[in-house]
């Protein structure tokens, strides 16, 4: 069931992640855009048909899923809305090609959207940060992939050196980067009370990157099923931003039972979900904690 705004007042603002180029997802999304008509709407990674796919799509038929799918129905919306048209974040996931982010950035030109990795952006009280790296994985694209707290590498994963890419880096970044000198980097000294970032990895060790991983072993070592970034957790707990926004883990809330929890004064919520519906969440940015998610 969708929820016309009440009242006159635009909710205001939508979440929602990991939706892999799924268009029965995206119809829902636009549809409820259309209804609700709120003011910012943020997607948190892998937003694009799964990597092969993507990739095959492009060669075969010269199809663009950002340019002929994301931001032509965008387009179509705003021209419906006009005015009440919302501000739209998007940061790529670890499934997305990292040769996707040209084609992302030729879209946004004319304020369709705005790409947020790396990047932030203000929008009424509040700051926005965009972030799309994740720690590594088992999975062999690692254009997102980055070392996070230092170059160790969990059991059953592969290195950010080995692999593939879709986008050349240099071998110094590759070998030493971390995901915690990129949040230094990109925050700085900045007061973060009012900052919400969006980022595709969620923080260690919470209900809310718990894997289906439990009693698994590799090689005679057990798995750990927390697989989100150490970085990105104390990152929260030294900087206590107001609100952080996460996807990758689509089982993890299935498997804790939670989606949203706190750390400290910082609300942390993870929109991922591994069933075929729309996972969207709904959040005030001056309410965080009534932050509610709903299966469309």
Not at 130 to 146: H, N
Not at 158 to 169: K, S, Y
Not at 188 to 202: Q, Y
Request: proline share 6%; net charge negative.
């Amino acid at each position: 069931m969708l929820h016309p705004y009440v009242g006159g007042e635009r909710l205001r603002s939508f979440f929602v992640t990991d939706l892999h180029g799924q268009f029965e997802r995206y119809e829902k999304l636009f549809e409820l855009i259309l209804c609700e008509r709120p003011e910012l709407v943020l997607l948190g990674g892998d937003i694009l048909p799964h990597a092969f796919r993507s990739e095959l799509g492009n060669r075969v038929s010269g199809y663009n899923f950002i340019r002929d799918y994301l931001a032509a129905n965008l387009r179509e919306i705003r021209q419906e809305l006009g005015r009440e048209y919302p501000s739209i974040l998007i940061i790529l996931g670890n499934d997305d090609p990292r040769s996707e982010e040209g084609n992302l950035l030729a879209e946004s030109h004319d304020g369709i959207f705005r790409y947020l990795h790396g990047q932030h952006t203000s929008f009424e009280k509040s700051e926005f940060y965009g972030y799309a790296s994740v720690p590594p994985t088992p999975f062999l694209l690692k254009d997102w992939e980055r070392y996070d707290v230092s170059r160790y590498v969990a059991p059953g994963c592969v290195c950010p050196e080995e692999g593939h890419r879709t986008v050349d880096l240099p071998e110094h970044e590759i070998k030493w980067g971390t995901i915690k000198k990129d949040l230094d980097a990109l925050v700085g000294n900045a007061s973060l009370e009012r900052a919400i970032f969006l980022m595709h990895s969620p923080p260690y060790d919470t209900s809310l990157d718990e894997a289906a991983l439990a009693g698994t072993m590799y090689e005679h070592a057990p798995l750990d099923p927390h697989v989100g970034s150490i970085a990105i957790r104390r990152f929260i707990e030294q900087r206590q931003p107001l609100m952080t926004l996460h996807g990758h883990i689509h089982e993890a809330a299935r498997l804790s039972g939670e989606w949203k929890i706190q750390i400290g004064r910082t609300v942390c919520v993870n929109a991922a979900h591994d069933g075929p519906e729309l996972a969207l969440v709904r959040f005030d940015s001056e309410k965080p904690d009534g932050a509610a998610r709903e299966l469309l």
